[in-house]
């Protein structure tokens, strides 16, 4: 059933633009873990490396500097005599190109590790809210609040300001969409609209929901049922009133427990501001998601409670009928009824109405302000559900009350305003529970001036359009998570993870290509000196064993080397007991007895004595 006033009502998508592209440089190829990042980084470095070793071995192949190969084994101090001694020669130069390229190439990694943009992937995976249970808050707020100080309401996320303080720090998460937002059941209405007035009917019991009236309905207005589904008033009201009207709060669930009990769902006045707001002028607005639960049968309701202002002091007028139309047009225009799918018939209740009322001094009747008001309202079943166990009190009372709850947790009873009268039949009601609540404040405008223009901001009521399906889907998922059902939420969770760029992936092959080619260049020494350790060399040329001499490679089983001191020289000892000793020039000739010994050394194989055991 609808209970409304003149209207008009505009909902629709609206597109918020496309997803941008990453680009070439762009960290979109995930690898899990940084150490298999690091360890693509080492290889690649690594096999450029390689390749400089190997393209300098080759250079020397091809010019015939044995030398310069051998100095790249060598540190960087032998390194610099080499080529200090041999000017800028062709030997020279290669070793000094070795010793520049090689320690930059040993960097390669440390260049891909800068390339990171940045360095990392979003991954999601979607979980049932009961499964992140452990990652809620201890006493996560009920309330959240969207305003616009700046004046710049595209830097409004939704998401961010409505999920904000439900998870502990660093959980990084998005709710999408709820499913299923229409799945209330409704029973047969018990009364008329004109009987009963609009109401959603959910037992045949007369258990029921609607909406608190501040109209001035009495025997002299009357509400007008114009069709099955809608009513009207036109009521003209006395200047002493209107102080009373303004004072009732607005858009307050009004809840038929059946038996003639009934009461109103008001705000909780101790955290809840709309207490205060939702009376008076200004321009706000208010959505709220609360559950209704009699005995194990629970309702879940989605309201939405928009007020857009206009107020003048006395004598000043408070604009004039093109203001007041263009006011009307705006704020009717820019309030979608609901923004979720399409309900089942008599799910869903609502209300609008105009108001112009004149506040007087109740001393002398004298104007103090005048005030231009809109407000509309809206109550839909969302869902319904069947608990596994009744709710029970909070404590025991002797009247009939109910629980009231904020965010799934009962604060305290109704008993405190239960009237007092004896009645054998008084029992717990059920529970009231306001699961999640917005209130929007700046963004709609600044009811506090007699300006159409500021009171009601254009731009706000359209990025408030705009977003309203985004804004009930979020704060519903919201208040499954508090107070309702959380598996029935689904909740992204995000981590982050290493990624590669396709800069970095291609960048970190290209070493190896390159050491690809260098190994089949240095390939061309076909003996391998060029491409072999000098202990082989030296294994293969002094014919330590039967090893050949012309096309050498690496020392499989390594002989034994050692120091021999023989007649005061120092010699290198080899494992058959012989020695290395042909040295050509650079060396003070020996005595006779040296000499005798050291031909008896070479000739018999006799050895002397060992300088390193």
């Known amino acids: 059933m609808t209970f409304s006033h003149k209207g008009l009502i505009l909902i629709g998508p609206f597109p918020l633009g496309m997803p941008l592209v990453p680009s070439f440089t762009t960290s979109v190829l995930p690898v899990q873990e940084n150490v298999v990042k690091n360890i693509v980084f080492r290889a690649s470095a690594f096999c450029l490396q390689l390749a400089v070793c190997n393209l300098c071995s080759y250079c020397a192949f091809k010019s015939k500097a044995y030398t310069s190969f051998l100095m790249f084994a060598e540190n960087h101090i032998q390194r610099l005599f080499f080529v200090s001694s041999r000017g800028w020669s062709r030997p020279a130069l290669i070793v000094l190109g070795f010793a520049i390229l090689s320690p930059l190439a040993g960097l390669y990694d440390t260049l891909l590790w800068s390339l990171d943009s940045p360095g990392y992937v979003t991954q999601s995976s979607q979980v049932v809210g009961s499964a992140v249970e452990d990652q809620l808050l201890t006493t996560p707020p009920y309330i959240v609040f969207i305003a616009d100080s700046v004046g710049d309401v595209g830097s409004i996320d939704v998401d961010v300001a409505i999920t904000g303080n439900l998870f502990k720090p660093g959980f990084n998460f998005t709710l999408p969409p709820v499913n299923n937002l229409s799945r209330g059941d409704v029973a047969s209405a018990w009364a008329s609209l004109t009987a ?147 309900h089942r018939e008599n799910s869903s209740v609502s209300r609008t109405s105009i108001e112009l009322l004149n506040v007087t001094n109740s001393h002398d009747q004298l104007p103090i302000f005048s005030i231009f008001r809109i407000t509309s309202t809206n109550i839909t079943l969302i869902r319904s559900e069947t608990l596994p166990k009744p709710v029970t009190p909070l404590s025991p009372c002797p009247f009939y009350f109910s629980n009231l709850a904020t965010g799934g947790h009962v604060r305290s009873t109704t008993c405190y305003r239960a009237i007092a009268t004896q009645d054998p039949g008084a029992r717990f009601l059920g529970q009231l529970d306001a699961s999640a609540v917005l209130i929007l404040t700046d963004i709609l405008g600044d009811g506090s001036t007699a300006k159409a223009a500021t009171a009601l901001n254009e731009t706000g009521m359209l990025w408030y359009r705009d977003h309203v399906e985004r804004i009930d889907q979020v704060l519903a998922s919201r208040a499954f998570i508090l107070g309702g059902d959380r598996g029935s939420v689904s909740v992204i969770v995000k981590h982050t993870e290493p990624a590669l760029s396709y800069l970095q992936l291609i960048l970190s092959l290209v070493p190896a290509l390159i050491a690809l080619i260098s190994v089949l260049l240095i390939r061309r020494d076909k003996r391998g000196y060029f491409r072999s350790s000098f202990f082989a060399a030296v294994h293969a040329t002094t014919h330590l064993d039967e090893s050949r001499c012309d096309k050498v490679g690496y020392s499989r089983v390594p002989p034994d080397i050692r120091l021999e001191v023989v007649a005061g020289h120092i010699l290198l000892g080899t494992p058959n007991g012989g020695t290395l000793n042909m040295v050509r020039g650079g060396m003070a000739s020996p005595s006779p007895a040296e000499k005798d010994m050291l031909l008896d050394l070479v000739q018999h194989g006799s050895h002397g004595r060992s300088l390193i055991d």
Request: glycine share 10%.
């Open 196 to 342: 009963g007035g609009p109401r959603i009917w959910l037992d045949d019991e007369g258990f029921s929901v609607g909406i608190n009236s501040v109209a001035p309905i009495d025997s002299r207005c009357r509400p007008r049922t114009t069709d099955g589904e809608n009513q009207s008033w036109s009521c003209r009201v006395a200047n002493n009133e209107s102080l009373g009207l303004l004072e009732e709060p607005l858009g307050l669930p009004f809840v038929w427990w059946g038996g003639g009990q009934s009461e109103y769902m008001p705000p909780f006045r101790k955290d809840n501001p709309w207490q205060s707001l939702g009376t008076g002028g200004d321009t706000a607005a208010m959505k709220q998601v609360f559950t209704v639960t009699k005995d194990r049968r629970r309702h879940t309701f989605l309201e939405t409670v928009l007020k857009t202002s206009m107020v003048s002091m006395f004598p000043a007028p408070i604009g004039g009928r093109r203001s007041w139309k263009w006011f009307v047009e705006v704020s009717q225009a820019t309030q979608p009824t609901i923004s979720s799918p399409p």
